[in-house]
């Protein structure tokens, strides 16, 4: 089958959505399908992949985004395509793909990192406003056949907020590279990485992974820092604009000596392998990679239950996950217990991570892809 993928960015180095399309990609072409890519910005080229740009070069981002909406399904069809799967916001796709869940859900709950004053700000702002038109017009379309959520706490809201038909949609969870990510074969890693930022080898140590430390729930984190036992040390993997504020942060704690921003990293695998617990205690995640990363090299995650990984937690560790991160004392608490019992929540954390590997999401993805094409 002939099948066109779409995609605002195309960026094969690229994280977050730009890999889970080329996971997607490598699955449909070893199905034997015929994939053409479309996206608005073409980073890098693919070798062996027939990537096309649908252009919007020179106009505003509102007028761009809106353009590439509904011109890239368009020159798909006219291209010949038999099936197109949309990872972006478009009008016309057979299957949307929505790996953030609805943009009005996320514009609600920026009031919790940015305020109110700021959350109003981006409501109001005509690309956000073109966001969420366009939104619900692909979501309306006649031609939408299947949408694909990455967690259950994303099709829930897209099921509530676009009044899909029963069926309509359905969760496909992202894998986890079980090979990359997995326990230190070399104990040696966790006393090099110690070293490298000056923690003490007996120290407790917390990984933060991720960009965007507003929104992934970075303060509430240092705000809980003083009340642990054991005076954990924290290092924070990953980049943000903000980092002097949640540096300030970290002193009026009168906790800047156990913070350590190591800013990115090529190995954040290194990160979980050295570290005694993972804590994500975002606002809003619509599913959290990097905790099942975490996961999968045996270090128990925290997270909350705004965060669509915490629906593969077991039993052990669902107390692990917080209800309010804006409550400091149940932060406190809830990361203070999983470090007190990390040595039993460790293995029960790798055999939850290693249940959802990416060979279990090709299986489901190439039966969803198969439905869909039934019915054209």
């Known amino acids: 089958m002939r099948i066109a993928i779409l995609a605002r960015r195309f960026?094969?180095?690229?994280?977050?959505?730009?890999?889970?399309?080329?996971?997607?990609?490598?699955?449909?072409?070893?199905?034997?399908?015929?994939?053409?890519?479309?996206?608005?910005?073409?980073?890098?080229?693919?070798?062996?992949?027939?990537?096309?740009?649908?252009?919007?070069?020179?106009?505003?981002?509102?007028?761009?985004l809106a353009r590439f909406a509904y011109a890239a399904p368009a020159a798909a069809r006219r291209d010949g395509a038999q099936l197109v799967l949309s990872f972006a916001r478009t009008v016309g796709a057979d299957i949307l793909r929505s790996g953030g869940g609805a943009h009005v859900s996320y514009l609600r709950a920026a009031r919790l990192w940015r305020g109110w004053p700021g959350a109003l700000a981006m409501r109001a702002a005509p690309y956000h406003r073109i966001q969420m038109a366009i939104e619900r017009a692909g979501f309306k379309s006649r031609a939408l056949k299947r949408v694909i959520a990455v967690s259950n706490l994303v099709r829930e809201d897209l099921t509530r907020e676009f009044q899909l038909p029963p069926g309509c949609s359905i969760t496909l969870y992202n894998g986890v590279d079980t090979e990359r990510f997995r326990p230190a074969a070399n104990p040696a890693i966790r006393e090099e990485l110690r070293a490298?930022?000056?923690?003490?080898?007996?120290?407790?140590?917390?990984?933060?992974?991720?960009?965007?430390?507003?929104?992934?729930?970075?303060?509430?984190?240092?705000?809980?820092?003083?009340?642990?036992?054991?005076?954990?040390?924290?290092?924070?993997?990953?980049?943000?604009?903000?980092?002097?504020?949640?540096?300030r942060r970290a002193v009026r704690n009168g906790v800047a000596s156990r913070v350590i921003f190591a800013g990115a990293q090529a190995h954040a695998e290194h990160y979980f392998q050295a570290s005694d617990a993972f804590a994500l205690p975002s606002f809003f995640e619509p599913f959290g990679n990097v905790a099942l990363e975490a996961m999968a090299c045996g270090t128990p995650a925290l997270t909350t239950q705004a965060c669509g990984v915490a629906e593969l937690m077991p039993p052990e560790l669902r107390t692990a996950v917080v209800s309010n991160a804006t409550d400091t004392v149940e932060v406190t608490t809830r990361l203070g217990t999983m470090l007190k019992e990390r040595e039993s929540l460790g293995p029960v954390a790798l055999a939850a991570a290693r249940r959802f590997t990416w060979e279990r999401h090709e299986r489901e993805l190439l039966a969803i892809i198969d439905s869909v094409a039934r019915k054209i």
Do not use: Q
């Open 196 to 247: 490298r930022h000056g923690i003490a080898r007996a120290a407790l140590v917390i990984a933060f992974v991720g960009n965007g430390f507003a929104r992934k729930g970075l303060a509430p984190l240092i705000d809980a820092l003083p009340g642990i036992a054991g005076e954990p040390s924290l290092i924070v993997v990953g980049n943000d604009r903000a980092r002097r504020a949640f540096e």
């Open 11 to 64: 960026d094969p180095a690229g994280g977050g959505t730009e890999r889970d399309l080329m996971v997607t990609a490598g699955i449909l072409a070893r199905a034997g399908h015929r994939l053409v890519i479309y996206a608005d910005e073409v980073r890098a080229p693919a070798p062996g992949m027939d990537v096309r740009r649908v252009g919007s070069a020179g106009l505003p981002r509102a007028i761009a």
